[in-house]
């Protein structure tokens, strides 16, 4: 039986020490299956991983050769062309609630994605957060994803889907925005603009990855 719904994450041996706490945090309060793209993880955390049925399938992606977050968006391909509906997370974000009802914030051939609401104001031009992407099969724009960061890997993921999407018009047939609480960043504590019930915190930059180090060695 074809499962409708799973979240995707994926990480290499450099962000690896991070995904035991993901996968604790996430499981507290969800039972959606969970699908992992290895994209070169060691092999003692991947058998780890294999014994205590941390997920529902592993797909392995350690032959490409690209940096981590390139390997992001095809990760999310190869999910999309098996499952009917996808979530993608970042290793660095901590789920804190019941996330499922994403999947009820997703259209044919759209990527849903929160605003990055600190790089937006920094930027003065609307940007999107690429670490919580949600989608049903495979859209046209993922695919296009997929393509340049392979021609073009010379900025991140973010980036490289931002500057697909130059305009307001492109951007609303090929985005839709997720609320707020499904992806919290971690700038928007300094701000002081966290919204109500938070759903994934989500631990980005140095101080980010420092603050998880602190939650893994309470």
Not at 56 to 66: A, N, R
Not at 198 to 212: A, E, M, N, Q, V
Request: glycine share 8%; aromatic share 10%; charged share 20%.
């Amino acid at each position: 039986m074809t499962l409708s719904n799973v979240f995707l994450t994926g990480c290499d041996q450099n962000t690896q020490w991070m995904l035991p706490w993901f996968v604790s945090e996430y499981k507290k309060h969800n039972i959606t299956p969970l699908v992992f793209a290895d994209f070169g993880i060691s092999k003692s955390l991947l058998q780890t991983a294999k014994d205590k049925k941390w997920f529902h399938e592993i797909l392995p992606l350690h032959s490409d050769m690209s940096q981590g977050w390139f390997k992001k968006p095809k990760a999310m391909n190869k999910c999309g062309e098996k499952y009917k509906n996808t979530c993608w997370l970042d290793t660095d974000c901590q789920v804190v609630g019941n996330i499922s009802g994403i999947f009820g914030h997703i259209e044919p051939g759209k990527l849903s994605m929160a605003e990055d609401k600190p790089w937006s104001k920094r930027r003065g031009e609307t940007w999107h957060n690429s670490g919580v992407v949600a989608f049903t099969g495979v859209p046209y724009i993922l695919k296009q994803w997929m393509k340049l960061v392979r021609e073009r890997p010379t900025v991140g993921d973010q980036e490289t889907l931002h500057m697909m999407i130059p305009n307001p018009i492109m951007r609303m047939s090929m985005i839709l925005d997720l609320p707020n609480e499904y992806n919290v960043l971690r700038i928007q504590h300094d701000d002081g603009t966290v919204p109500n019930n938070p759903l994934i915190y989500h631990w980005t930059g140095k101080r980010g990855k420092d603050y998880i180090r602190g939650l893994i060695n309470e």
